[in-house]
Each structure stands twice: as structure tokens, then as C-alpha cells.
């Protein structure tokens, strides 16, 4: 079974959502302070995290920075409805994902789902080639990436996201596309996911020797990787 | 420039005129009269007397050929400008004659002859003539003969170009803070509430600067409770997040398992009654906000205070009993008072309520209540033996949704105190809260006895937004 952590203060509702994620499949664990949350993500017991942002003491952000510090655990955050901050800052710091809260249980599940599957997708590649871009290189097995020899610190949907560009590099990929093939869902309107996870890509790697960005931002198409 | 500037200036200038014409008149009479009385006067003294009496000899012994002879000897000395008028008012030489001056020295001749500075000559020839000195001869004959004085226009205009001048800096120091206020007012009502004049103004200190700060008063009270309006409103959809959330999950839970929609529903029953404790709690806060316009909801009536605590803290003591809590009081004296009974009983349960809620198992809490010593005001303290409050949270403990950290945080929606806050203010007390030194919070509430304020001014701790609910609706 799947292991699933849940960091939410709500006892209650962490009660509700673990016994339905149990009849889903799950095996969840909630957690209902952000210490004990950062504690048990970094144990390497659990498949994915799903962090709510309010929390007591130390807040989801904050939970967030350190687990990423140090893992790269699959990380769905649940955010407040309308609150753009925590969504944007959450996802420049490495959550593959957010669902707004109050959700439904489905698409909460739905959203787990679609984040495993990718992770599994790539872990299924294991006979697939290494993908090789300009000075890339990527190991989908490994879930490695190297930047002219320099090892790449990437969370799963970042990596997914650079293998899509990666594999039709010189071409433009388009939004929708590198929503489905890095979130594993459609692309919503007004959903600027994608490019928050493109601007953190962006600045992992660093520009070229020319100073431009090795992702270019194709307007109203979406987005290129450059190969000399 | 602004119409402002204008009206001051052209008033300013208008002004001006009237004063420089108004001076230039009266210069000119005070000067006609000067002359007038020179004119009148005539020299007398010993002095003049002599010459006077010398000149007259002479014309009447040698006639006028004489008289023109030492007239010219006197002319050479300088001194002595002696008249002798004859018929038809002419001076011998065609000298300026003052008329009033030559009636009076004719009337003088004729009244007290060899007695004054005036003699009448009879000639042979039966002409006439008056000997006399006029005044200040010598001024006099200075200011016939001297030149035209220059003209009037040379200081009117500079005093008028001076005047513009002047005219316009007053215009623009008047004109100027009351466009900047402008200014301020229209960004204001753009909805920049960021907007203040005091940079502008400087250090100014009139009337007008007053007005500007007095803006920036205004602007920032409207910011805080706009503020204040904005975070209650971001707190209350925070706040609803929660049973929204158990409400999902425990619906997703009756649908997924048709064998838990009983345990289902009883979950959605008790987050539907939060939603509702949440609402009724807002609804309670905004109309202690609106007690002055909406006296209906609590009437004031006669109450005990003393009586009042001691009533709520037996209660407590009674439900406190049941986890190995206590609750002492200490009531002493009566403090009959005109109150809005029903929100002091809710102001005092509550801060009870916390006490008992916070205070560590087998402890007591202290509900002290008493008549402060002048009898003018009902003091009340409660302490607990709870883990007290952080000193850098203290003052935020009365705000709405304060809900503390970690174990010891409120079940509740961190609403009870800041209503409290609310119904002891629209009394014209005050509540303040400290760490006790042996540990546990130490609530504080003085109550005056004169009871509710006309005005609820006094509350600076802002809960603007508790009227949002009473407004358009809260966004879903």
C-alpha cells in the first residue's frame, strides 16, 4: 500500500481524510504540527507528503523549506482558497502540487494520484535511454539529471518537466502539454503552475554563456529548450 | 495657479489700493492744512518787531525807492524776508503773499499798531501799505521757490509692484496647502489610503496645517479600520475553512461507504454547528460594535456588579469541579450600576470561561471583584495557574481570532475575548491582561460607574469588519 503522510492540525478532518484514503487504497499517517511533520517526511517511510500551509508554530512553508533541504519527497500542499502567496511561494520551494482547501476527498485523491503515477511513470522508464540535450544529461531510472557534469537538485515535477523539454529539445512544447506530462493533469486557466516551476528550473541550472536562458519562453505557445 | 490664488491675490491687491490711496489722502490734507495754518501766522517777538518797525520807518520816510534799497541790503544779508503788501494784496517785490497771513496782519495793524509784527503805512499819496513777517519766513519762501516735488507716481507704483509681490506669496502660501490637501483628498477617495500631506506641510503651524494633519488622522484611522475590516474578513474565511473541510471529507466518507453515512452525518452535524457558534459569535461582536444605534438589542437596566461576577463565578466553580479545577471569588461591597446586563455577563463569562479553560488541573482560579476605593468605578481581576500568554502576545490576546500556539492553544474560535473587549469598552472601561509573576494570566477590568458611554470612541483596538456580516454577506 501506498504510504501517505498527512500534516494537518485539523485532528479531525486528519481522521475524516485518513479513513478515506484508507478505502482508496492508502496507507495514511497524519502528523498535526509542522516539527513532527518535517520529522516523519524526512524518514523515507512515506510515498508522498501532503502539507497543509496553516499550521501552528512552524508553519507549512517553513515544513516545506526543510523537507526539501534535505528530500525530495513528492510534496502536495493544501493551500487556502484565493491565497496566491502561499500557492506561489510554495511551489517556488518545491511542492510538486497544491490542492486549494477546503476540497473535495475526491480531488484531493485524484491529485495524490496524479503525482504518484508520474513518479511511477519515470520509475517504469527504467529501460528507457538516458536523455542527452545539449550539455543535459538525464537518467529517468535514477531520477538523475546533470548540467555539464554538475549533478541537478530537482523535485519530481521539476525533473519531469525539464525530461519533457529535454526530449523534444529545439522544439516548442506547449503549456498544456508540460502540464500533463509535469502535474499530470489538464492545465487550468489562470494556473501559472507551470511557469513558477519553469523560473525555479531556470534558476537551478543558471543562464547560458551568452547570458539567455537555456528555456526559452515561447509567447502564447509555451516553452523551447535551446540546443546550440 | 488655482481660482484660490487668484481670489487672494486680486483681494490682497485690492487691498493695497485702498490703503495707498487711503494714505495718499490724507498726506495730501494733512499737508493742505499744514500750509494753510503756515499762511495764517505771522512773526511777532522783538525781533520781528524791529524789523517790522525799521521796514515801516523806511518806507514812510524815504517811500518806496528807500524801501527797495534795504530790502536789498537785507536780501544780501540773507535774513529778514520782510513783506510789504499793498493794494490789491501785492507784494512791493512780487512776492508769494499768504492771504490768511495778510488779513491777519492788516487786522493786527489795525488793532494793536507798533505792538506786533504787523504795521499799516499810509503813503503820502494815501496808499497803503502792511508791513509783516510771515512765519517762517525763510521755510516758507524755501518751499515757494524750490522746484516741483517729485512725483507721487514713483513710490505709489513701487508700492504697488511691492504689493503684487507680496500679494502673490500670501495667495500661494494659503493657495498652496489647501491644493496639496486637495491632492490628498482625491487620492484618498481613488482609494489610495496611503495618502497623507504631513511631508508637504512641513513644519508649519496654523489653522490650515492643522487641517492637514488632521487628514492624515482621519486617513489613517480609515486605514486601520479598513485594515482591521480586511484581516477579520480573511479570518473568518480562514476560520470557515475548517468545517468547510470536515464537512467535504466527511461527505466524500458517506459516498464512498454507504455503511458510514450515519457516522458521516453526525460529523457534518457537528461541523454545521461550528459554522453556526462561528456565526453567531461574529453576529455578537458586530453588534457590540452598533450598541449606540442599536440600543434595542440590550437595554440598560440596574445591576450588582459584585453580584453579577460572583453569580458567574459559581457557575464556573460548579463545571470547573468537574476536571479537578476550582474557582474562588472574593466579592466584597455593591456596585449598583446602569448596564447593558446581558453583554457584561457575557464580557465577564467569558474571561471566566478562559480562565477556568486555561488554568492547570487541580489549581484555583482567583475572581476577585470589589468597588474601586473612590466608589466611582467596579474593579474586577481573574487570575489563572494556567502557561499564561507570551509577553510579546499579550495585546493581541483581545483581538479577534487570537487563538495562541501549540498544546495550549483555544479550542474556541478566539472570539470570546475580543468580545469581552467590545462590551467592556461600549462600557467605558478598559480590560488589560498580564503574566502573573508565579505563572498564569492575570485579566484586569475596571468598569466605571456611570456605565455605558454616549459614544463607543474609545476603542482603539479596532474590530471594524465585525459589522461585515451585516453588510453585503461574506464571500462564500
Known sequence: MTRVLLVDDDVELSGLLREYLQQEGFDATAVHDGESGVAEALSGAYAIVVLDVMLPRLTGVDALRRIRARSRVPVLMLTARGDDVDRIVGLELGADDYVPKPCTPRELVARLRAILRRVELTAADANAAPIAAGPLTMWPERRRAEWTGRALELTSTEFNLLAALARRAGRVVTKAELSEAGLGRPLARFDRSIDVHISSLRQKIGPLPGGRSFIQTVRGQGYQFIVE | ?476
Not at chain 2, 211 to 218: A, H, I, K, S, T
Not at chain 2, 249 to 271: C, D
Request: proline fraction near 6%.
Open chain 2, 1 to 476: 495657479m488655482g481660482r484660490l490664488f487668484w481670489k487672494f491675490f486680486l483681494m490682497y491687491w485690492a487691498a493695497t489700493l485702498v490703503v495707498v490711496a487711503a494714505v495718499g489722502t490724507t498726506a495730501w490734507l494733512v499737508q493742505a492744512a499744514d500750509e494753510h495754518a503756515f499762511e495764517r501766522s505771522i512773526e511777532g517777538g522783538p525781533r520781528a518787531t524791529f524789523v517790522v518797525t525799521a521796514t515801516a520807518a523806511t518806507l514812510s520816510r524815504g517811500g518806496l525807492p528807500a524801501l527797495r534799497e534795504l530790502l536789498a541790503d537785507w536780501d544780501r544779508v540773507g535774513d529778514a524776508p520782510v513783506l510789504v503788501v499793498g493794494a490789491g494784496g501785492r507784494d512791493v517785490r512780487g512776492r508769494f503773499v499768504p492771504a490768511p497771513a495778510l488779513a491777519r496782519a492788516r487786522a493786527l495793524a489795525t488793532t494793536t499798531p507798533g505792538r506786533s509784527g504787523a504795521r499799516l503805512v499810509t503813503q503820502s499819496d494815501k496808499t497803503s501799505y502792511v508791513v509783516f513777517l510771515p512765519a517762517e519766513e525763510r521755510g516758507l519762501l524755501a518751499r515757494i521757490s524750490r522746484p516741483s516735488p517729485p512725483s507721487p507716481m514713483i513710490p505709489i507704483s513701487v508700492t504697488l509692484l511691492t504689493s503684487l509681490v507680496f500679494g502673490a506669496l500670501i495667495a500661494w502660501y494659503v493657495a498652496r496647502p489647501i491644493k496639496v490637501l486637495r491632492a490628498a483628498f482625491e487620492r484618498l477617495s481613488r482609494g489610495d489610503l496611503d495618502a497623507r500631506v504631513a511631508p508637504l506641510i512641513g513644519g508649519r503651524r496654523d489653522e490650515v496645517a492643522d487641517l492637514g494633519r488632521d487628514f492624515d488622522g482621519m486617513a489613517m484611522r480609515i486605514q486601520a479600520l479598513l485594515g482591521a475590516q480586511r484581516s477579520l474578513l480573511h479570518d473568518v474565511s480562514h476560520e470557515l475553512r475548517s468545517p468547510l473541510a470536515r464537512l467535504q471529507a466527511a461527505i466524500g466518507l458517506a459516498r464512498q461507504n454507504p455503511l458510514k453515512t450515519e457516522a458521516s452525518l453526525e460529523r457534518i452535524g457537528a461541523a454545521a454547528q461550528r459554522v453556526d457558534e462561528l456565526v453567531a459569535q461574529l453576529l455578537t461582536l458586530s453588534r457590540l460594535e452598533a450598541t449606540v444605534t442599536d440600543r434595542a438589542y440590550d437595554r440598560l437596566e440596574r445591576v450588582d456588579l459584585v453580584d453579577l461576577l460572583a453569580s458567574i463565578a459559581e457557575d464556573a466553580h460548579f463545571e470547573a469541579q468537574a476536571f479537578g479545577k476550582a474557582v474562588a471569588v472574593s466579592a466584597d461591597g455593591e456596585v449598583v450600576a446602569e448596564v447593558r446586563g446581558e453583554s457584561l455577563h457575557r464580557a465577564f463569562e467569558n474571561v471566566v470561561r478562559n480562565a477556568v479553560r486555561f488554568t492547570a488541573a487541580g489549581t484555583t482560579v482567583d475572581v476577585s471583584a470589589r468597588p474601586a476605593a473612590d466608589g466611582l468605578a467596579f474593579l474586577v481581576s481573574i487570575e489563572d495557574r494556567g502557561p499564561g500568554v507570551p509577553e510579546e502576545e499579550l495585546p493581541s490576546i483581545f483581538e479577534p481570532f487570537y487563538r495562541g500556539a501549540g498544546e495550549g492553544r483555544s479550542p474556541g474560535f478566539g472570539l470570546g475575548l475580543a468580545i469581552t473587549k467590545r462590551a467592556i469598552e461600549a462600557h467605558g472601561g478598559t480590560v488589560t491582561a498580564a503574566n502573573r509573576s508565579g505563572g498564569g494570566l492575570r485579566i484586569d477590568i475596571v468598569v466605571p460607574r456611570q456605565g455605558p458611554q454616549g459614544t463607543r470612541d474609545g476603542g482603539s483596538g479596532v474590530v471594524g469588519g465585525a459589522r461585515a456580516p451585516r453588510g453585503p454577506a461574506l464571500p462564500a
